[in-house]
Each structure stands twice: as C-alpha cells, then as structure tokens.
C-alpha cells in the first residue's frame, strides 16, 4: 500500500508540474508578436469583367387573343378547335371556332379593325395579300392596296385548306349574281333593236318609193296637160288637176327630204342607259359574290409560330374578352442593366445563366434598349433615384423540353462577360499595387519562404528582405489585376505583399 501510494504521488506531482508557469514565461507570452507584412501569391488566372442582372424567363410577345363579335349576328358560342396549353399556332391555322366558323390566324402588325370585301382599298388589304403571299396563296399585285378578284381567290383557297367553306357564298347569292346578267342581257338586246331602229331611218326612202313618187308627179302633169289642151277647156277640171300636181310635188319633196332619227335616237339612248345600269349592277353581283374577309374571322399576330400559353374559352360557352393568351414559341430571359452597364453590351454577346437545379446554360444577348417611361419594368433603388434602366433580352442556348418546362417562369441570375483575357494571365490582388513616385505602378515581392529570393538594390526595398518591383498593370476584375513585368522573379507562386 506504501508503494502504491507513492506510484499515485509520483505521477499527481508531475500531472502537476506541466500546469506551474515560470515568471520569464508569463512575460515572454504577454509581450505582443512581432509585426509582419500579410502575403498572397500570384496567381495565374483569367480576368473577366462580367455584367451581372436577373431575369425573368419566359415566352416573348404574350399577347391576349380576343374575338371580335360586332360582326355576328348571334351570341359568340364557341363552337369547337379549342386548342391544348402548349400547342403551336402557325399561319393559317385556325385558333378557335366560334359560331361555326373558324377564327384563322395570320402574321400581321394592323388588327382586323374591318370587314374586307371586294373593291376595298388600304394598308390592312396590303397586309392581307402579304400574309397570303406568306403562306403560298396567289393574291394578285401584292404592291396594290385594292381588294380585287385576285385577292377574293386566295381568301376562298385560305378557307377550304381550313377546312371551312368560304364566307358569303351560298343559292342566294348564286341567284342575285344570275338575275343580274340576265338584266345585262335583256338591255343589250333592246339596245341592239333601238339601233337597228336609227339605221332604218337614217337610210331613207326605198328606190321605188322615190320611182313611185315620181310616178305619180309625171301623172299628174299629163293629166293637167291634156285637161288644158281639151277643147271645150273646163277650168274646173285643170283647177283640180293643177292641185293634185302640187299635192304630187309636195309628196316627192317631202319624201326627199333628209331622213328625221330623233325619236329612234331617243330610244336608242334609252335603252344604252338602261344598259349601262345592267352593268354596274352585275359588277356589284360580282364583287358581292367575291369572298370577302370578315373581321370577326381573322386575327392577326406579329410573328409566327406562336405558343399557346393559356386558354379561357370552353366549348359551348359564350366567350367574351381574352379567349386565348398566346407567346412566342421561343424562350427568352428579359432582364434590365444601368445605363453604365448598358454601354457594354451589344446584340450577339455570349452569356451564361443558372437554373434553379445550379446547371449554367448557354444564351446571346437578342436585345438592348432603353425603357419607356412609365413603364414600371424595374423598381430598383437606381431607378427610383432616377436613373436610365435599360431592358435586356436574351435567347438561352439549345434546351431540352424538360429544362424549358423547369426554367419557365423562373428568375435566374445572368452573367454577361464584356472584357477578358487572353487565357491565363498572371494577376495579384488589386491591393497588391502601389503607386511609385512617378505614377508607376508596383508590387512587393518577399523573399521565399526557404529564404532563397534576393532583392537587388536596383529594384528597391520594402524591408525585411522584401523588393519592390516595377509592373505594367492590365484588365482588372472580381478585386484582382493582371500584371505584366520582365522580371523572372515576378511568376507564379511568388508571394506579394497585400497588407501590414
């Protein structure tokens, strides 16, 4: 037990002396260390000065699809071609039925703000016969803003590939369009009798007429001849005869006199009006049965394909406002930059963006412009201070279905690359430079850590062995800055000197 004891004393006594601090000690750990300077190495690294911005993801150009239903004579049911969330609309497809009939999409800038029919004339015929032209169909002069038969073809041909039979025709049309060139015939006819009318008496009497005439104008001077040469003379009876001569010569020169048409020319031009107004109503038959381009049946959308993004209207209802909201087919990420910013990019300018799953996708910058006034696009504390804010829309790289669905509707993070190196330069800290005494810039190289760099009186000295070095600073971003020097010991690993 004695032994025991003093093992146990033995080894509390030394537990115990490794806890007793000598006076030199206690002094030599309260005295503070000695000051040095702080390090960091150069590196080798690309430099690159990034525009940084959110953006929302999402289809451009969504647009609200509304049906015009001034035009219809019934309520606005919707009849069928209620299209899917997520389906495409090209042009000349049809977007939606309403009352029978179809509502066709087409590419166009003008809304259908009216009925088209033959004998129109003005920009929205244009864009009717650029849009047709669009899809395959001969419209006629597409540099002419008139609605001609041309025109009427192609709107019909537009129907049937549709689907639909074309708007205004049916028997009663048929029946006024054939009324009237019976009309048209009936005036010709009469016309044609009216001048043969004015030809007849613009001819005159026959040759035996005027034989006749004279006939009876030598008849009469030999019967007044003899009656004068009769003995016993009855002056009676030549009085009677020296009337009837001159009955005889008044009926020859009233039958030579030049032929009066005033009465034939009358109903000649009678009937030329007649038909003339045959005509006009044919040409208006016609261009009634000319298919026209209702305005409750078209609609028109700034660029094709677009993407079907919502849809309000059901089959069986009657729509009223928005039926459909439809966007690009094409993803895009719209952001905003500072005006400073925005001096930086330009169209076709490499980008990244992250996902919410952290994968960085590929995108181009499409556009930059500044924002409308008013506009509420950004609440940012530059704009409210007053700033210009610029929007900047981006096209993201090829993306597979599943990443379109998960990235739309999302804000993601954009980086923007405006200036970089040339690869990997050498680059130290920015607070690695100091300025020399004639501007120029230079770092403080410090001696390995085995001791082995040297510091030439030449290129100065910091102390503590270090040197100061003279460089030739370049691009600077994300707080380091590329460097260039002819000195061998300014490479990488060398330590500089950041701070004290």
């Not at 048929?174 to 010709?188: H, I, K, N, P």
């Not at 009837?244 to 034939?264: G, K, M, Y």
């Not at 000649?268 to 026209?292: H, I, K, M, N, S």
């Amino acid at each position: 037990m004695i032994a025991v004891v003093a093992v146990v004393a033995l080894g509390a006594g030394v537990a115990l002396s490794r806890f007793v601090v000598s006076p030199a000690e206690l002094a030599a750990a309260a005295r503070p260390p000695e000051a040095g300077p702080v390090t960091a190495p150069i590196e080798r690294r690309v430099i690159q000065n990034t525009v940084t911005t959110r953006a929302d993801v999402a289809y451009a150009d969504a647009v609200d699809v509304k049906v015009d239903t001034t035009g219809l004579s019934g309520p606005a049911v919707v009849t069928g071609r209620v299209p899917e969330v997520g389906s495409t609309l090209d042009a000349g497809s049809v977007a939606l039925e309403v009352a029978g009939r179809p509502l066709l999409v087409l590419p166009g800038a003008l809304p259908a703000y009216r009925s088209l029919r033959a004998g129109l004339s003005g920009p929205d015929v244009l864009q009717l016969k650029a849009a047709l032209a669009g899809v395959g169909l001969d419209a006629g002069d597409t540099t002419s803003d008139a609605y001609d038969a041309a025109t009427a073809a192609a709107v019909g041909e537009l129907y049937r590939r549709a689907g639909y039979p074309p708007p205004g025709s049916g028997p009663e049309v048929e029946q006024q369009l054939a009324g009237a060139r019976s009309a048209v015939r009936s005036a010709e006819a009469a016309v044609e009798q009216a001048g043969a009318a004015v030809s007849t008496a613009a001819a005159g009497p026959s040759m035996a007429a005027r034989v006749e005439a004279d006939n009876q104008v030598r008849e009469a001077q030999r019967a007044l001849a003899a009656a004068v040469d009769a003995v016993p003379r009855e002056d009676s009876l030549v009085a009677r005869l020296e009337d009837e001569l001159a009955l005889a010569f008044a009926r020859r020169d009233e039958l030579l006199e030049p032929p009066r048409t005033s009465a034939e020319q009358a109903s000649l031009a009678a009937a030329e009006e007649q038909l003339d107004d045959a005509r006009a109503a044919l040409v208006r038959a016609e261009e009634e049965a000319l298919t026209g381009l209702p305005s409750a049946e078209v609609v028109y959308l700034t660029s094709l394909p677009r993407r079907v993004d919502a849809v309000t209207a059901e089959r069986g209802s009657v729509t009223t406002g928005a039926a459909l909201s439809v966007s690009g087919a094409e993803l895009v990420l719209q952001g905003s930059a500072s005006a400073a910013d925005a001096e930086l990019l330009a169209p076709g300018a490499a980008a990244t963006f992250e996902g919410a799953d952290g994968v960085e996708h590929p995108a181009t910058v499409a556009s930059v412009a500044a924002q409308k006034e008013g506009s509420g696009a950004d609440d940012s504390a530059e704009s409210a201070a007053g700033g210009k804010r610029f929007d900047v829309v981006l096209t993201p790289g090829e993306l597979t279905d599943q990443e379109r669905e998960s990235l739309k509707g999302s804000n993601v993070r954009v980086g923007i690359p405006v200036q970089s190196t040339d690869g990997e330069v050498l680059a130290v800290p920015v607070v690695a430079l100091t300025a020399g005494p004639g501007g120029e810039a230079r770092i403080e190289l410090v001696p390995d850590e085995d001791g082995s760099g040297d510091s030439p009186a030449s290129a100065g000295s910091g102390g503590s062995g270090s040197a100061l070095v003279e460089v030739e600073a370049g691009l600077s971003a994300g707080g380091f800055v590329e460097i260039r020097s002819p000195d061998p010991r300014v490479r990488a690993g060398a330590r500089v000197v950041v701070g004290r």
